[in-house]
């Protein structure tokens, strides 16, 4: 438990690591914590500072994640021996989730940070990078058919244990169990997202709205 309690924290803290805060570091200092909606994510980074500097937090973002589910189980420690009794599997797949926590309640940031969609993308292309192509598709679709980045981000996310639970299990029991955890946690991530959609005040990307722009053609 030593192992896995000790590899948990590095992970967490690995992902409490903000990419738009070191993007806004070397950028002469921007915040965009004190713009846009205040998220530290990469939707707010793009809607605030553009592009470029929005693909610098994503692969931040992305790599935190990648590391932690890739590079921290295997890692040796001083003085922690491996621990035979915990499955590398699931001691992998408790680093993965440690730093999507890390991403949305980062301790050096007082537990406020962005929803974590990044650096869940990221453990993914370590743990299954057969998943990633079928998550971007789900995204783009919901995204081009409502416009609402949130929305898209849940349904990607939520996409995933149910692919899972039609072909993989009871097989790939231990993945299937990562993704319907993190589905949940995206989706409670985004509660403010949704909260917005019912009010009717988040902000929607009609742009990117192909089909909408078609009919009204």
């Given at each position: 438990?030593?192992?896995?309690?000790?590899?948990?924290?590095?992970?967490?803290?690995?992902?409490?690591?903000?990419?738009?805060?070191?993007?806004?570091?070397?950028?002469?200092?921007?915040?965009?914590?004190?713009?846009?909606?205040?998220?530290?994510?990469?939707?707010?980074?793009?809607?605030?500072?553009?592009?470029?500097?929005?693909l610098?937090?994503?692969?931040?973002?992305?790599?935190?994640?990648?590391?932690?589910?890739?590079?921290?189980?295997?890692?040796?420690?001083?003085?922690?021996?491996?621990?035979?009794?915990?499955?590398?599997?699931?001691?992998?797949?408790?680093?993965?989730?440690?730093?999507?926590?890390?991403?949305?309640?980062?301790?050096?940031?007082?537990?406020?940070?962005?929803?974590?969609?990044?650096?869940?993308?990221?453990?993914?292309?370590?743990?299954?990078?057969?998943l990633?192509?079928?998550?971007?598709?789900?995204?783009?679709?919901?995204?081009?058919m409502?416009?609402?980045?949130?929305?898209?981000?849940?349904?990607?996310?939520?996409?995933?244990?149910?692919?899972?639970?039609?072909?993989?299990?009871?097989?790939?029991?231990?993945?299937?169990?990562?993704?319907?955890?993190?589905?949940?946690?995206m989706?409670?991530?985004?509660?403010i997202?949704?909260?917005?959609?019912?009010?009717?005040?988040?902000?929607?990307?009609?742009?990117?709205?192909?089909?909408?722009?078609?009919?009204?053609?």
């Amino acid at each position: 438990m030593l192992e896995l309690g000790t590899k948990f924290l590095l992970a967490y803290f690995v992902g409490s690591i903000m990419g738009s805060l070191v993007v806004g570091y070397f950028r002469g200092g921007v915040d965009i914590r004190t713009m846009g909606s205040g998220n530290a994510g990469s939707t707010n980074a793009l809607r605030t500072q553009g592009w470029v500097f929005a693909l610098g937090v994503i692969a931040i973002d992305v790599g935190k994640g990648a590391a932690a589910a890739g590079f921290i189980p295997g890692l040796s420690l001083p003085y922690i021996a491996e621990d035979p009794y915990i499955s590398r599997t699931w001691l992998m797949l408790c680093c993965a989730a440690a730093s999507v926590i890390g991403h949305v309640w980062p301790i050096g940031q007082h537990f406020k940070g962005g929803k974590g969609a990044a650096t869940l993308m990221g453990t993914l292309a370590v743990i299954a990078p057969i998943l990633i192509f079928p998550v971007l598709l789900v995204w783009a679709w919901f995204l081009v058919m409502f416009g609402y980045v949130g929305l898209a981000t849940m349904a990607a996310s939520v996409g995933v244990p149910i692919y899972l639970l039609v072909t993989r299990f009871p097989e790939d029991q231990p993945l299937t169990i990562y993704a319907l955890v993190l589905a949940g946690f995206m989706v409670f991530s985004h509660r403010i997202n949704i909260q917005r959609m019912r009010a009717g005040t988040e902000p929607r990307n009609t742009r990117l709205m192909i089909f909408r722009r078609s009919r009204s053609n």
